[in-house]
């Protein structure tokens, strides 16, 4: 009895009991994990008693008010879909009336005493609602009737009506779905080891601007996918990771081409002599990218420019603080009070500054002045970031630089600091073991409780797509599962012991479409791994594009899949940049590297019999499709003699085979066209491999720089077959 109620207050509360591994087996998941992963929500299920008391709560809390939240779809009765909804969230019984007042976009909460409500018309008079953000009034009332003093029998009995309680909801009203992208290719490239001869050490927008122009003018490209450009860390030590980031709304001031800010022309020559001076000696730097050098180096110029500035006021940079609002101040103030204590983990900072509320950080006016340094950078960034857009799409690019979002924020970050409770604590997400990662993965970043009340309206998230969206042409979002469920993992657990919670995807997703049709993006959802097929669904119906990796394409016998078989309604790409380029994939390198590392979960020998299998059947599907000129029987005796004779062959074969696909996206890995061997990212390693620090090479391990590209890319690939 206690089992199937812990089992039944997990189930309110969106955290599974059982799961279908990748081998489809099911797993069931332990009482530990149900009770932590409850614990992180805010839920007692420490004890049978516990778990009875929270089942109560909850029985008691239904029918007592509405989400913050209500999402229709805008195809057709929008209405009688409202009036649905709310029939769900009121007492049995209870009748109510709605008002909406349109437009309405950031009411997040009940408006004073004292609001006007002029604006409010009946909703059961419109024949339908507009898509965009309303603000609903639903008002509960009773009827009766009673027979006044003298009155008799039936006649004369009145018909009264007793007001009742008045709630206040948003309500988000979202496109069916997004018109589809047209078909186009593009390339997919980690921005920061995308260096140029003019860039400080690692790729900015200046860099990413060119890219964009160079391949959309001179190659056609459609699109340059990038890896996330999210915030880091302040202050030294600077993570590598572009998907642990400090927050995910805002942009990384790393970024940023020092020459290409206004303030850097005004700078005494002697200021400008010494700092070229620095970005020559972090463009000679050999081995593993270092960003603390880059951003250390970086920070000088900004502080000097910004001295140089002074207070002056500027009209743009009044508009953008307005747009940005509060967010944009709270992250500031973490930034600046990051930079005074050292350290960007909040958790180490005296107690009295852990917590943005407190007094000590509202009235401390020198955070407050020391982060409108931190404001304008973010100013400055948009800047850039326009720009980038502005010259892929001069360059004719249809859709133009399409953003990546992670999928979190590590505890500690500047998230964490400014959203406080509405993250969870004692765990972090992750992935169940899969076929490419035996043994799970966890990511280290801390997940949303979406359900709390602070964050039900998914401003939040809303935030973090219109910041990716502004000024590109598209979102990539980073494990597309983000939207519908995510595996929590204890802490102190392995990554196996985790289990998976629950979001509602209706409402985060009506919230990605609503923004990506207000800027007009394309939407991309990464659901490879294990993802149900009911969210691939759901994406498509939505017009969310998938991803097909070419390497994870199989039919129900295990073989290549046709090109004619594929999805049209995805991003389709030979690998990722959690796997190697097409070139160290081929030849093994992975599996050498993995063992090396203890990462294997079977002998060496057998990885590497089930590799040569399947990239058999690829080579003899190509060679089929008269893609690959040499007999694959040929290619596996080259290979296996270490012989890279038929790399550039294969490298061909492979993206011509994307474009027979339907796909309407195609995305061809610039570490693939410069013949780069080496992974960006070895899963389920830190320090015993360079993640993400990894510079643009060709297949020797020479540094490439964006101006040698265009000789390579054009030797590996045909002209006109993009």
């Known amino acids: 009895m206690a089992e199937d109620e812990l089992a039944r207050l997990a189930g309110l509360h969106g955290v599974a009991t059982r799961y279908a591994d990748w081998r489809g087996r099911e ?68 009748k109510f009336e709605v008002e909406i007042e349109i437009g309405a976009a950031e009411v997040l909460s009940p408006p004073p005493a004292s609001a006007s ?3 409010f018309r009946p909703l059961a008079g419109l024949a339908d609602v507009p898509s965009g953000w309303h603000r609903l009034r639903v008002q509960s009332f009773s009827e009766g009737t009673f027979l006044p003093k003298g009155g008799h029998g039936g006649r004369g009995r009145i018909r009264v009506r007793q007001g009742g309680r008045t709630v206040y909801t948003t309500l988000l009203v979202a496109p069916a779905s997004l018109p589809l992208p047209p078909r186009t290719w593009g390339f997919t490239a980690q921005l920061y080891s995308v260096r140029s001869s003019a860039s400080w050490g690692l790729g900015d927008l200046h860099d990413l601007a060119d890219l964009a122009a160079w391949s959309g003018r001179e190659l056609g490209a459609g699109f340059v996918l990038v890896n996330p450009l999210h915030a880091n860390e302040p202050v030294p030590p600077v993570g590598p990771s572009p998907y642990a980031p400090m927050s995910r709304r805002f942009p990384s001031p790393i970024y940023l081409r ?60 009044d508009d953008f603080r307005r747009r940005e609002g509060d967010g944009a101040v709270a992250f500031a103030v973490w930034c600046a009070i990051a930079a005074e204590q050292g350290t960007a983990d909040w958790r180490r900072w005296p107690s009295h500054l852990r917590n943005r509320g407190s007094r000590a950080v509202a009235e401390d006016m020198g955070y407050h002045v020391r982060a409108g340094f931190y404001e304008w950078l973010l100013w400055r960034l948009d800047g850039q970031l326009a720009a980038a857009q502005r010259t892929a799409r001069d360059a004719g690019m249809p859709v133009g630089i399409v953003h990546d979002l992670a999928v979190g924020a590590p505890h500690g970050s500047a998230d964490a600091w400014v959203f406080g409770g509405a993250l969870a604590h004692g ?46 042409g598209g979102i990539r979002l980073d494990h597309a599962m983000q939207v519908s469920r995510l595996w929590w993992i204890p802490e102190g657990a392995s990554p196996a012991e985790g289990t998976y919670v629950r979001y509602d995807r209706d409402a985060l997703l009506a919230c990605l ?3 990506a049709e207000r800027f007009g993006g394309v939407v991309v959802g990464e659901d490879l791994g294990t993802v149900e097929p009911e969210v691939r669904d759901a994406l498509a119906d939505r017009g969310v594009l998938g991803t097909s990796l070419l390497w994870f394409e199989r039919d129900a016998d295990g073989r290549p899949k046709p090109a004619k ?39 060496r020998a057998d990885e590497e019999d089930d590799h040569h299998r399947r990239l058999y059947g690829w080579l003899a599907l190509l060679h089929a499709e008269n893609l690959l000129a040499t007999p694959p029987e040929q290619v596996m005796r080259a290979l296996a003699e270490g012989s890279s004779g038929h790399d550039e062959e294969i490298v ?9 696909t339907p796909a309407r996206l195609i995305g061809i890995s610039l570490a693939d066209a410069a013949g780069e061997r080496r992974t960006q990212n070895q899963p389920g390693t830190t320090d015993e491999y360079p993640n993400w620090r990894v510079p643009l090479a060709d297949a020797q391990g020479e540094p490439v720089l964006l101006e040698d590209l265009q000789e390579g890319v054009l030797r590996l690939f045909r002209r006109g077959s993009m």
């Not at 061909?652 to 027979?660: G, M």
């Open 27 to 94: 797993v069931e998941v332990s009482r530990d994990t149900l009770i932590a992963v409850l614990r992180a929500l805010a839920v007692d299920a420490s004890s049978p008693a516990a778990v009875r008391d929270e089942l109560e709560r909850h029985q008691e809390r239904r029918g007592s008010g509405l989400p913050n939240l209500i999402v229709r779809q805008s195809d057709g009765g929008v209405t009688e879909g409202i009036f649905a909804a709310l029939r769900n969230h009121m007492r049995p019984g209870e």
């Open 513 to 515: 479409t609503w923004e």
């Open 565 to 603: 078989q594929w999805r049209e309604l995805s991003l389709a790409t030979v690998g990722t940049h959690d796997m190697p380029p097409i070139t160290g994939f081929v030849h093994g390198d992975h599996i050498e590297l993995r063992d090396r590392l203890g990462l294997l979960t079977r002998s």
């Open 427 to 472: 765990v972090s997400v992750g992935a169940p073991p899969d076929e490419f990662n035996q043994r799970g993965q966890d990511w280290g970043l801390q997940p949303w409780r979406w359900r709390d009340s602070s964050v039900e309206d998914y401003r939040p998230f809303r935030e973090m797509a219109a910041s990716a969206l502004r000024h590109g």
């Open 652 to 660: 061909t074969a492979l993206h011509d085979f994307l474009t027979l």
């Open 117 to 119: 409500g002029e604006r």
């Open 258 to 317: 020092v020459e290409d800010m206004p303030e850097y022309a005004a700078l005494p020559p002697e200021d400008r002599e010494r700092f070229a001076a620095m970005g020559a000696e972090l463009r000679a730097r050999g081995g593993p990218l270092d960003r603390d050098a880059v951003w250390t180096a970086k920070t000088a110029v900004f502080e000097a420019m910004y001295r140089l500035r002074g207070d002056r006021r500027e009209p743009e940079f």
